[in-house]
């Protein structure tokens, strides 16, 4: 059974390691959902949060074959329950759409938006939320007229304690070692 996985992969900050990390995947046809990368905690460890729609015994593989990569340090793997994750989006909409009363303003206020900037032409909406509240607002927008619309990848931190942190301690010999299997 399938069902959607984030994976975090923990990194040095080296040219081409995106090409290496993105090849696991597309080795194995598999589509990313989302990519986000960021710098850490961690000085000098850059952060990738990748989502992926596998069964769990594919998302094992792909850890264990992300963690063979030379610059990767850990990786791990969450479901949707040991996260706590969120997505911004972008809507650009016709100023003319302010024009039809307030539904537009009801739109935004039904969807905890906001606006971040009025300009003659268009004005700009952000939506901080997770992928069907975006989706949701852009229908509700696309009704009225919609120039752009993006939405970044998923950010997300992890509920248990960070694995990292605790895995680096018993490299040095601090804590107890740590799989980068997932517990369940």
Known sequence: MTKEFTITVYTEHKTGLLTRVVSVFTR?????????????SIKGIHRFIIVVVVAEEMVRKL?????????VIKAFYYDNEEIIYQEI???KVPTEAF????????????HNARILEIEAEYIVIEKTGHAHETK????????????????SGRVAVVKPMERLNTYLKSLDGRAPSESGQHPH
Do not use: M, P
Not at 28 to 40: D, F, P
Not at 63 to 71: F, G, M, R, S, Y
């Open 63 to 71: 850890v264990a074959q992300l963690e063979k990569q030379i610059d």
């Open 28 to 40: 194995r046809h598999l589509n990313i959902e989302s990519l986000t990368v960021s710098e850490s």
């Open 99 to 110: 024009n039809q009363g307030n539904k537009v303003e009801q739109i935004i206020r039904a």
């Open 136 to 151: 949701a607002l852009l229908e509700a927008l696309e009704k009225i007229g919609i120039y752009e619309f993006v939405r």
């Open 89 to 91: 989006a972008l809507y």
